[in-house]
């Protein structure tokens, strides 16, 4: 951290270099949805309520982990597993119904085989991370049958930058955990040549908390247990215990830029150690046997992940006959983690190396603009030691799409896909099994010179078990499960309806989205009343399920407001409800969730408020305790020294407080919520250096 700091204070010299040059314009515009296939559009001219962070929405709302990162977006909650590994649920799915990508490719980890598993993707370098949804997702894949989260790290450029050289340094530190966070980027252009190259640090100790760590509800359950006053743990004195994390990531990339061409190589290295919170609850009884503190804190369990990926991306504009562009994709990654049962005692080791290509192309069929492709994916994993609750497994899939789209001047569109694929999962004592998958999709819109916007869209997706759905069959300390796959299980098949209606003018927009989704063959993990390894032994299941929900959201804008201010208001609620065709209601689903906030920048000086209530989960899936809900309020303040003479337009320092009333919060969608609440009050200060 102290390089990156020091990065930070060299800022300024650096800057010189480009300050004779003339800033450019603020501009004001819709995002343009780059994961979307097809021509470019804007996430307005969309029927799927689609959002994307740029570089300053990811500054402001920057966790450790990228579903923490995402969690305040519309539709998005987190896994929630302490500071080091927490993953985005769109809609209440997540897991293997959620698709990460870095760059348009998988990111190649195995992040969705466990909440544990921390995601090979972080905000803390990216340019820009996009949340898509519906028809357009799912050319992507079955595992996007719940959507696609995008981060875009920028390392191969595509158009040749403006200035000659320029860059971005960062650092901010955090009370709650006694943290430091930061990166640098620089890019340097000779001729057609650009270079890019980028580093970032964080080093967050273990976390403050609020109240005790066990729930009301747990402790009163193991007290009834019990049959005498239930002691509390050790780590329930207002520190999380064993919930640090630490991570490095450094990237280059080399990108040749023509009048209609471009190709570019990256190289990307990601290390990450963090604990695994909540472990000392599981194992309280063994802790007693201990005779000192310092012995228990040899035992506490942690991972430490590397990640090395290799990216090459190259694009041409044709322009002859039917074809209008032409794409090509390709991602190789080297991935492993070690979960430590102490210092130096290597426990289970998860590899996964991994190949994943796409060939996409822009054409214009008649009145029709859209793209073709083919997607292949090659990976493997292996689990060594004695929580290896898989077996050596190989995946392999071919997957076609096609995606059409087309807008009349009365402001009438449609959209609509297919994609076919196969997979195949090769195991080591199982055998082989395959899959032949089948998505499409078709969806109307209609826009109108008032301002309206009503869409519909209907999807029928298609998604293959995982390896761990088919095959595991091992205990998961991580989770307190002896895990057990089926290899008999069949694919998960899945039709959405949703709609939407928005308005909007220059100062002001409104808008819902209603959807229902209706699964066959739902794959979850129910408990099943027995034991192994004095462990309870959860299996993978299938029935039928029923997701409904929606987003509704509104923004207004007001220049030269009160106190000379311009003011921002904006507020989003929403809410998913999950059952199964028995009934009983599908475990970690995220409650109602209202978010609401205000700013109001006076030019080098804004301030802002933003206040978040969940409801209660009661409805919480077999086996689980209801969870009650929450209400936080964070403040922020941002300082723009670009004015004075400091930084490229942009440079600013800020100023935060999160979770300003010291709030118990426990997400309904994480394993621990029981044991683990998250964060208590956080003072958040730092600066953001644009050169």
């Not at 990237?251 to 963090?274: H, P, T």
């Not at 590397?306 to 390709?330: H, K």
Request: charged share 20%.
């Amino acid at each position: 951290m102290k390089y990156l700091l020091l990065a930070v204070a060299a800022a300024p010299l650096l800057s010189g270099i480009a300050s004779a040059e003339t800033e450019d314009a603020v501009k004001r515009e819709a995002p343009v949805i780059v994961t979307l296939p097809g021509p470019q559009r804007s996430a307005g001219e969309l029927v799927s309520n689609v959002g994307a962070l740029d570089r300053n929405a990811i500054v402001a709302n920057l966790s450790a982990t990228l579903g923490d990162t995402l969690d305040s977006q519309p539709g998005v909650a987190s896994t929630a597993f302490g500071q080091g590994a927490s993953r985005p649920i769109l809609r209440g799915l997540g897991a293997e119904r959620v698709q990460v990508l870095t760059n348009g490719i998988g990111v190649i980890d195995v992040s969705a085989a466990s909440p544990d598993h921390q995601v090979a993707a972080d905000g803390i370098d990216a340019q820009k991370v996009e949340i898509l949804r519906g028809p357009a997702a799912l050319v992507y894949g079955g595992q996007a049958i719940g959507g696609v989260v995008n981060v875009i790290d920028g390392l191969i450029v595509e158009d040749l930058p403006q200035r000659p050289f320029s860059g971005e340094a960062y650092a901010a530190s955090n009370s709650v955990n006694d943290g430091t966070e930061g990166g640098v980027r620089v890019q340097a252009v000779t001729g057609p040549l650009v270079l890019t190259l980028t580093a970032s640090q964080r080093n967050f100790d273990d976390y403050d908390f609020p109240g005790m760590a066990e729930s009301d509800r747990l402790h009163a359950l193991e007290e009834a247990g019990e049959g005498e006053e239930h002691e509390e743990e050790a780590h329930a004195s207002g520190t999380m215990e064993n919930s640090f994390v630490d991570t490095n990531t450094y990237a280059g990339g080399l990108s040749w830029i023509g009048e209609n061409a471009f190709i570019g190589v990256a190289v990307r290295r990601a290390e990450s150690q963090y604990g695994l919170p909540g472990s000392s609850h599981d194992h309280e009884h063994e802790e007693e046997e201990h005779d000192g503190a310092e012995e228990h804190e040899e035992d506490l369990p942690f991972i430490d992940m590397e990640q090395t990926r290799y990216d090459l991306r190259g694009g041409i504009s044709v322009n002859r006959g039917f074809l209008t562009d032409l794409t090509v994709s390709a991602s190789k990654v080297d991935y492993t983690h070690t979960e430590f049962e102490g210092p130096g005692e290597p426990g289970t080791v998860f590899e996964s190396d991994g190949f994943e290509g796409r060939i996409e192309a822009g054409h214009v069929l008649g009145p029709l603009e859209g793209e073709f492709g083919i997607q292949y994916a090659d990976t493997s994993l292996d689990a060594i030691g004695d929580e290896a609750f898989i077996t050596p497994t190989d995946t392999t899939s071919v997957g076609v799409f096609l995606y059409e789209t087309k807008d009349w001047d009365n402001g009438f569109g449609i959209e609509g896909g297919i994609r076919a694929e196969q997979v195949d999962l090769d195991n080591r004592d199982n055998g082989s099994v395959s899959f032949d998958l089948f998505s499409a999709s078709a969806g109307v819109h209609r826009h109108w010179a008032s301002g309206w916007f009503v869409g519909a869209q209907a999807s029928w997706a298609e998604r293959a078990p995982n390896s761990s759905e088919l095959f595991a069959d091992g205990p998961h300390l991580a989770t307190v499960q002896y895990e057990v796959g089926d290899v008999t299980l069949g694919k998960e098949r899945g039709l959405n309806l949703e709609g939407t209606a928005r308005w909007e003018n220059e100062t002001m927009s409104v808008g819902v989205n209603l959807f229902v989704t209706d699964f066959a063959d739902f794959i979850y993990l129910t408990p099943t009343g027995a034991e192994l390894d004095d462990l309870p032994v959860f299996a993978f299941s299938q029935q039928d399920a029923q997701f409904t929900g929606g987003e509704a959201f509104a923004e207004y804008q007001l220049l030269g407001g009160p106190l000379k201010a311009d003011w921002k208001f904006d507020a989003g609620l929403d809410f998913v409800s999950a059952e199964f065709d028995d009934g009983s209601d599908v475990p970690y689903i995220p409650p109602v969730t209202l978010n609401a906030g205000a700013e109001a920048d006076w030019g080098a000086l804004a301030l802002g408020a933003k206040l978040t209530w969940a409801g209660d989960q009661d409805s919480p899936g077999t086996g689980l305790l209801e969870t009650d809900g929450y209400v936080t309020a964070d403040l922020h303040a941002n300082f723009d020294i670009a004015r004075y003479g400091f930084g490229r337009q942009g440079t600013k320092l800020f100023l935060e407080a999160r979770n300003v009333t010291d709030e118990e919060v426990r997400p309904a969608t994480s394993v621990l919520k029981d044991i683990v609440p998250l964060p208590g009050r956080n003072i958040r200060a730092g600066i953001r250096f644009l050169f």
